[in-house]
């Protein structure tokens, strides 16, 4: 069966006449032709279009490397910057703390001073308080011995024995005088 419709199609084939002359050989030749007339300047626009896109993405890529080397640069900026911060508040830290404890220390210091000031201050008021109570008990005795005497005196001595012991005095003072 296949060689009978292998024949009968040689025959139908052979009926037409050779294949240069059927319009689907011409039909082909022309596809081929176009096609191959064509590739060349299709194949170029092809190519410009995926070139062009390739550019485009390698501007986007080197871009994006760019800003990618840029963003780091930024970061390491910031990241100095915010340890050079960190160190100046520590330095500004340790700076007050000593402030701090200098102050602290002198403020002993003063207290210390004032408290002894003040001590010598009342040690000074107690030995003056000490020395009047002296001077008072010293002038009381004085006071006491002399009316005392003044009454032994007044009451031993006569009249005239009195007149001429202040006469004696009253010759004698300007002697004590100068």
């Known amino acids: 069966m296949i060689s009978s ?3 009968a199609g040689a025959g139908a084939a052979a009926a037409h006449g050779p294949f240069y002359t059927e319009a689907h050989f011409w039909v082909d030749i022309a596809f081929i032709l176009v096609v191959a007339l064509a ?5 170029r626009a092809i190519a410009a279009g995926l070139d062009a896109r390739a550019a485009k993405i390698k501007a986007r890529l080197d871009e994006a490397h760019k800003l990618r080397e840029e963003a780091q640069e930024m970061l390491a900026t910031y990241q100095r910057k915010q340890r ?8 500004i830290i340790a700076h007050a703390k000593a402030e701090a404890e200098r102050l602290a220390k002198q403020a002993a ?10 001590e010598q201050m009342a040690l000074d008021r107690i030995a003056q308080a000490e020395a ?5 008990v010293q002038n009381l005795a004085v006071d006491v011995a002399v009316g005392a005497a003044q009454k032994m005196i007044g009451d031993s001595m006569s009249a005239a024995q009195t007149v001429q012991l202040i006469d004696a005095a009253i010759n004698d003072l300007p002697g004590k005088l100068h």
């Open 132 to 136: 009047q109570a002296v001077k008072e």
């Open 109 to 118: 210091k003063d207290l210390d001073i004032s408290m002894k000031r003040r």
């Open 39 to 43: 590739y060349k300047p299709v194949s």
């Open 5 to 7: 419709a292998f024949a």
């Open 84 to 91: 050079d911060a960190m160190k100046e508040a520590e330095e």
